[in-house]
């Protein structure tokens, strides 16, 4: 168990579900590109990279987790999605960048 935690499961498991099955998921229902991009692409996931940011460092996880999100989102663009989406990654890493360096440490 401690394996699992020192390599951050959450982090991995959350990213590989909203960075490559999401993108995946959402192309073969053919979603809209405003909805895609505008709903779920922007809003859901910046938030959820803000809050991977946020409990990296509340929880004194390694700074690197933050880079999870990221290219594992970008390889699922890269896999099948709209190729102008990959645009985002860096915007997630941005974000999750921000969270974590706004973050108070516990005590402080």
């Not at 938030?47 to 690197?64: F, L, Q």
């Not at 990221?70 to 896999?79: E, H, Q, S, T």
């Not at 360096?101 to 516990?106: F, N, T, V």
Request: charged share 10%; proline share 5%.
């Amino acid at each position: 168990m401690t394996i699992l935690k020192r390599i951050g499961w959450p982090y991995w498991a959350l990213s590989i579900v909203l960075g490559v099955v999401l993108p995946v998921l959402l192309h073969s229902i053919s979603i809209g590109g405003l909805w895609r991009s505008g709903v779920i692409y922007g809003l859901i996931y910046s938030v959820t990279a803000g809050v991977i940011g946020h409990y990296v460092k509340r929880r004194g996880d390694s700074w690197w987790l933050l880079f999870v999100l990221p290219v594992l989102f970008a390889l699922g663009i890269l896999m099948s999605g709209p190729k102008y989406a990959i645009y985002f990654a860096p915007v997630y890493l941005c974000i999750s960048y921000l969270a974590y360096g706004l973050s108070a440490m516990e005590g402080m």
